[in-house]
């Protein structure tokens, strides 16, 4: 299943934003530091962007208003391998909570750093002063953003790594998107590219359009054609967006190298973060069979409706002669109501200094003063407000994986857990339950908006995942069949009881049967007798698919490890293909013990034979591989060709005639067929 369009690095998610208190307090969770005072500590596993944050912090901050009760601190903790995807996360933190900009101009500056890779000059400008205040935070922990960030958990190589971001998103640092980009695109379509329109339409037709119809076509387009989405009309966008800058490990000449270009999606698109689902069904509606707005209306929605809540804690509201006037940009494109209030920092002390333009010694003088006044103004209310914030820390982790698994003080800490698409393979590595709390609730993203997968691929997803997650002891909130078309994420409970009982009772049931692979023409009375339940493809489903079919290992493999994968100079990583289960001898499946299932979460390649990581490489072949089964079954397909063939196997050969084939040596032309006549 390639997913070469996603990128090596993820910055932004592909499933609505989720308030993770209102999960808590749905499985019963106590959310008031009235109830309790000690902090809730949520764990986010690459979720892409800082969308699940700022859900929370809109709801947190909404719950203490209309209840009137403060509701308890809570620490986000941002788990990223890369570092630039956390840099991202402190940025669009530090933007949304910039009081000195209206709502409006922050939801726009957001939008737009968000997803565009073209940013507009006084974009760029702005990113250049965030860069600098989130570098003296991290480093210094100086200004107001340093109590909000945490990044006592980082290493001291990665802290120095994100002081190196910050300070390459300046004005003056190269980085032309425009040519690294277009090589991704020529990479991704290769003999396609002339007729990229086309296969793009194809995509929107027939995979985002059932399940995303809100989506223009044109904005679709135009995102995959130049990367700009969310574009503010007689607006130039021509610097880049220095944040989508980033370095993969690949290979040249031979050597192993970090190259820094332009990773990130180029196929799916951030549609599905913000821009597809909202509460306000007047924005959703349609008339003669076609949205009235767009997705970048819902985005711009949703992304104020977060600013007001976060902010006031009220619910930002459209009274519904506004309706037809509300779009993306509204408030610089002569929109009426939405004109008033919008003020870029500067247009005020302009209108000054063209006053008094008459006197430009005094002008100066009542420009620097005006500018430092208001200035000073706006520091004060900006801490004022983020005092009166609910008690929240982003607490920012990174590295590998397996660090955090083994660290002390992640054991049982976790409230709430959510895992992004390309890390959902977790679900099939038990210590996950170690990171949790007695009773968690889960949140697992699905490939529903993944449209370079085929339907089917999507769905066959969500059922291992589903299977997979039923396998820890997990319970699923939601009723009914789990669908990855249907559901952009499931939603579980963590009993730490119960998962324990599950897993007692799948450790001391007997080992699977090869029944369970076999096909269609299993007998009725054998699935009857207490053989797993097939489904009408003659697959396992339920738990017992986990152990049954490696495959489903093998898919929630999706890109899962594209950071280790290598790089050419002129391309981007390739995916490992995953193989078929293999069947020992003696009826064994390989991948199917629990001791493999727990080995998902290391770092390595994936095996050519069964599918798990590998830990070694064959000499003969060069293929990864896991372990000794494998080894044995890859020499069976590969034998060695400088080992002369044993005593037995020169017997068999002498008897089988297709061994004898295969000795031969296979020559065209009129020389060959003489070679060929000879040797036979």
């Avoid at 086309?198 to 995509?203: A, E, P, Q």
């Avoid at 109501?337 to 006197?359: I, R, W």
Wanted: proline share 5%.
């Amino acid at each position: 299943m390639s997913v070469a369009g996603v990128g090596v690095i993820r910055f932004w998610g592909f499933s609505p934003a989720v308030d993770l208190l209102e999960d808590l307090a749905a499985i019963g969770c106590a959310v008031d530091s009235a109830a309790d005072e000690d902090p809730l500590r949520l764990l986010m596993v690459c979720p892409g962007d800082v969308r699940h944050v700022l859900q929370t912090l809109a709801g947190a901050s909404s719950r203490r208003v209309g209840s009137g009760a403060d509701v308890r601190p809570f620490e986000a903790c941002v788990f990223e391998k890369e570092p630039e995807t956390l840099a991202r996360h402190a940025l669009l933190l530090a933007v949304a909570l910039d009081f000195e900009l209206p709502r409006r101009e922050r939801a726009e500056l957001l939008l737009e750093l968000w997803a565009n890779s073209l940013l507009r000059e006084k974009t760029a400008s702005y990113l250049a002063t965030k860069a600098r205040q989130l570098s003296r935070a991290v480093s210094e922990e100086e200004g107001l953003l340093a109590p909000l960030i945490d990044v006592s958990a980082l290493k001291m190589k990665d802290r120095d790594r994100l002081e190196e971001i910050f300070r390459s998103w300046a004005e003056d640092v190269e980085f032309d998107v425009v040519r690294l980009r277009d090589e991704r695109l020529r990479n991704f379509y290769k003999a396609r590219y002339e007729h990229r329109a086309s296969v793009l339409d194809w995509d929107y037709t027939w995979e985002l359009m059932p399940i995303a119809s809100i989506v223009h076509k044109i904005h679709f387009r135009e995102w995959r054609m130049t990367g700009v989405l969310f574009e503010v009309r007689d607006s130039a966008y021509t610097a880049p967006n220095r944040t989508m800058a980033s370095y993969a490990y690949g290979r040249q000449k031979g050597s192993s190298v970090q190259r820094r270009g332009f990773w990130c999606d180029i196929a799916n698109g951030p549609f599905a973060a913000m821009g597809v689902t909202c509460d306000d069904e007047r924005l959703t509606a349609k008339k003669s069979d076609r949205h009235t707005k767009s997705s970048n209306d819902i985005a711009y929605y949703v992304m104020l409706q977060w600013l007001t809540a976060i902010e006031n804690g009220t619910r930002f509201q459209l009274k519904q002669e506004d309706i037809h006037d509300f779009e993306y940009g509204a408030s610089v494109n002569g929109g009426g109501a939405f004109m008033k209030g919008f003020l870029t920092p500067n247009s005020k002390l302009d209108g000054v200094v063209e006053e008094v333009d008459g006197h430009a010694d005094e002008a100066d003088v009542v420009d620097v003063e005006e500018e430092a006044r208001a200035h000073a103004i706006k520091a004060k209310v900006c801490a004022a407000k983020l005092e009166k914030l609910p008690k929240f820390k982003l607490k920012l982790l990174c590295g590998d994986w397996l660090d955090v698994v083994r660290k002390p003080r992640h054991q049982h800490a976790f409230d709430a857990l959510t895992l992004g698409t390309h890390v959902a393979y977790l679900c099939a590595d038990k210590r996950v339950n170690q990171l949790l709390k007695e009773r968690a609730a889960i949140c697992v993203e699905t490939a529903k908006f993944l449209v370079e997968l085929r339907g089917e691929n999507r769905k066959e997803y969500g059922t291992k995942l589903h299977a997979c997650a039923l396998s820890l002891g997990w319970t699923a909130r939601e009723s009914g069949e789990a669908d990855g078309i249907k559901s952009a994420c499931f939603r579980y409970c963590f009993d730490a009881n119960v998962a324990k009982a599950h897993l007692e009772r799948i450790k001391d049931a007997p080992p699977a049967e090869p029944l369970q692979l076999m096909g269609p023409e299993v007998a009725e009375d054998e699935t009857a007798a207490g053989s797993p339940a097939l489904d009408g493809e003659g697959r396992p489903t339920g738990t017992e698919a986990v152990a049954a079919d490696d495959v489903g290992l093998g898919c929630l493999q999706i890109a899962a490890e594209q950071n280790d994968e290598r790089t050419t100079q002129d391309s981007t990583p390739d995916i490992v293909a995953q193989s078929e289960p293999v069947i020992l001898p003696g009826g064994q499946v390989m991948g199917t013990s629990q001791a493999e299932l727990s080995a998902i979460g290391n770092g390595g390649k994936i095996c050519a034979i069964t599918g798990l990581p590998a830990k070694y490489k064959d000499p003969v072949t060069g293929l990864p591989y896991a372990n000794l089964d494998a080894y044995k079954e890859l020499r069976k397909r590969h034998p060695d060709p400088k080992k002369p063939l044993p005593s037995d196997e020169k017997e068999e050969a002498s008897e089988v005639p297709e061994f004898q084939e295969r000795l031969r040596p296979i020559l065209t032309g009129g020389m060959g067929r003489r070679v060929n006549k000879a040797c036979s």
